[in-house]
């Protein structure tokens, strides 16, 4: 293979490129013509991705992704309508730059993927941009998808990046019929920990799934007034009630008369 990039043959690595030996020998043809950096090796590039071998295509975008050039952009955005899942699995994990308008625009579409992987991959992309507003409101679609995973992985970049902003989609998660889906937007609730939180998580202790109300009465030990303890009372005291249930009641109580027993110690 040519490596001495300051007597370069395109014509021989251009072969190299497409009828190389083996995956490898191709992959590391790739890799010199990123480090060239021309027109003409960024076109060799972009011909390859036509290629058959899908192994080959998946692992070529993530050799492109390397690179900061407009063609570059062009080849990865080819690569996202590529016929074959994994090709687009791979250009959606590879892509450095999610905030450029042609790859948000292909993350969204990624969103409407016939394949979970796909979608999965491209949640989580979107996490790398610096734009939240933008990422909340992709993100919050996506809470409609078919397969759980999409939603709660959704659920969790919105609660990582969202901040304030988080906080309607993330209450309307709590609604979901999957548990962990419901699990997740709890836990990005209480980390918002204001007043309509609270409020979530009241409605939480009455969840279906016992680790959603086991997690809701921890939250509520954590940041609950006095005003919840009448509710925690009777979900400790409820006939036939689980005892895993009965116990976290009790400990939610606990926390929450010794914060009040502080703050009357503190007025004192």
């Not at 790739?30 to 036509?50: F, H, N, P, W």
Request: charged share 30%; with cysteine; aromatic share 2%.
């Amino acid at each position: 293979m040519v490596t001495n990039t300051d007597t370069i043959d395109l014509h021989t690595l251009a072969e190299e490129l497409l009828s190389g030996p083996d995956l490898d020998f191709r992959i590391k043809t790739a890799r010199t013509l990123v480090k060239i950096g021309s027109q003409e090796a960024l076109e060799l590039l972009r011909k390859a991705m036509d290629d058959r071998d899908e192994t080959f295509r998946a692992r070529l975008v993530k050799v492109v992704a390397r690179m900061d050039h407009p063609l570059a952009t062009e080849i990865l955005i080819k690569a996202f309508n590529d016929p074959d899942c994994y090709v687009r699995k791979s250009v959606v994990e590879a892509v450095p730059h999610v905030d450029h308008p042609d790859i948000i625009r292909a993350l969204v579409d990624c969103l409407g993927d016939e394949e979970i992987n796909v979608r999965e991959s491209a949640v989580i992309a979107l996490e790398k941009s610096r734009d939240a507003d933008t990422v909340v409101a992709i993100l919050s679609t996506a809470l409609n998808d078919s397969h759980w995973n999409v939603r709660r992985e959704s659920v969790e970049v919105i609660a990582r990046v969202g901040g304030s902003r988080a906080f309607e989609p993330l209450r309307r998660a709590m609604k979901d019929k999957d548990p962990e889906v419901r699990l997740s937007a709890l836990v990005g609730l209480a980390d918002l920990a204001d007043e309509g939180v609270v409020d979530s998580v009241l409605g939480a202790l009455t969840d279906p799934d016992v680790s959603v109300q086991l997690e809701a009465l921890d939250i509520a030990g954590k940041f609950g007034k006095p005003v919840i303890l009448p509710l925690l009372e009777e979900i400790g005291t409820r006939e036939g009630g689980s005892m895993m249930i009965k116990q976290a009641a009790l400990s939610a109580q606990k926390r929450i008369r010794a914060r009040q027993m502080e703050q009357v110690e503190t007025v004192a």
